[in-house]
């Protein structure tokens, strides 16, 4: 009883600090926190009911929660749950809609009118297409960004003035919209728990997501991590800045350490890894 009453406090303690923090995202966006259930006190204490045991030293406690993490036992992350309000522009919100485990309900553009909010880049994000990773941007702004930048601007300022003019010949409001550009702002409640918000972390934070992906990504592991910070330390070692090997990968990795084989290139080159495996190896170890 007395173990579960602390949990309780910690919790109360830990809403008093966190909740209604806000971090400003791109240009018109955010994310609040807006409720949350739980901390590394509840993954610890779940965790221990498999024992028959409770939470102990603190010392014990980040041991447990790294050792969840590192062995992929991940029910106990799943008792902590995070609520956050977000406005977004739309093209995030289409490739965050796509992590299916979270609950959310999103502004209705059917039932009210959509605000007159689009996302501008600023110049230096309207870089060149990437031929490496051909979903992304790369390096200088293009020659012609100030152009781009000043038209997309008039684009939106046109649809949006269509869009209010559709409305007064009395439209509906959820065929008004339909031109509306990717680049207007949403709103949506999102809520998950913390085993799938790493998940979603993993993968939105990494550097091949979209950059402005990135950028609420970010800003959401900022709001919980105070909350809790063992598990995110232990997300960190174990996933966010770890890599994964293949068997071949393996094979590779165990010469080099019996040093076996002098030439590393020449060892790459001859492991039986394809051009664009070699290539992934040589960035998981730095090369
Ligand atoms: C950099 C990047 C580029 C991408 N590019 C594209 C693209 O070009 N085109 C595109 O369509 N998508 C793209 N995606 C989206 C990607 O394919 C995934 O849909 C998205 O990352 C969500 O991952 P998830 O399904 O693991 O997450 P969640 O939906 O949160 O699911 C979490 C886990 O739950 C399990 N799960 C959930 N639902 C099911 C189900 N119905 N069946 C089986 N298992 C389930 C799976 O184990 C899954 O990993 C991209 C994602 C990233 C990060």
């Known amino acids: 009883m007395k173990e579960i009453i602390n949990v309780i406090e910690r919790e109360a303690a830990l809403k008093k600090e966190n909740l209604d923090r806000q971090i400003d995202c791109l240009d018109h966006g955010f994310v609040r926190l807006v409720d949350f259930m739980g901390s590394d006190s509840s993954i610890v204490q779940a965790a221990r009911v498999s024992y028959g045991k409770g939470t102990t030293s603190k010392r014990r406690d ?3 929660i790294r050792y969840l993490l ?3 036992h991940t029910s106990p992350f799943e008792q902590v749950e995070f609520k956050f309000h977000c406005k977004i522009p739309i093209f995030c919100a289409r490739q965050w809609v796509r992590h299916r485990t979270a609950s959310l309900n999103e502004y209705s553009g059917r039932y009210s009118e959509m605000p007159n909010e689009c996302y501008i880049p600023e110049l230096e994000r309207l870089q060149i297409q990437d031929t490496v990773n051909k979903q992304g941007s790369v390096g200088e702004q293009v020659e012609e960004a100030a152009w781009i930048k000043g038209t997309m601007q008039e684009e939106q300022t046109m649809l949006f003035a269509n869009y209010d003019s559709y409305l007064k010949t009395g439209l509906s409001k959820e065929v008004a919209r339909l031109n509306l550009p990717l680049s207007t702002y949403t709103q949506w409640y999102w809520k ?3 085993h799938n918000l790493f998940h979603f972390l993993g993968l939105r934070m990494h550097p091949h997501a979209q950059l402005e992906m990135q950028e609420y ?9 105070p909350i809790v910070p063992l598990s995110c330390e232990a997300f ?5 800045n770890a890599r994964y090997f293949s068997a071949q990968e393996m094979e590779l990795i165990r010469s080099f350490v019996n040093g076996n084989q002098p030439d590393v ?6 492991s039986g890894l394809n051009e664009q495996e070699q290539k ?3 960035n998981k170890i730095n090369i």
Request: hydrophobic letters at 40%; proline letters at 0%.
């Open 236 to 240: 960190e070692d174990y996933r966010l």
């Open 62 to 64: 980040k041991a447990l």
């Open 217 to 225: 990504a970010k800003a959401i592991y900022e709001l919980i991590k």
């Open 265 to 270: 290139d020449c060892m790459i080159r001859n």
């Open 280 to 282: 992934e190896f040589n």
């Open 192 to 194: 998950m728990d913390l």
């Open 70 to 72: 590192r062995q992929r």
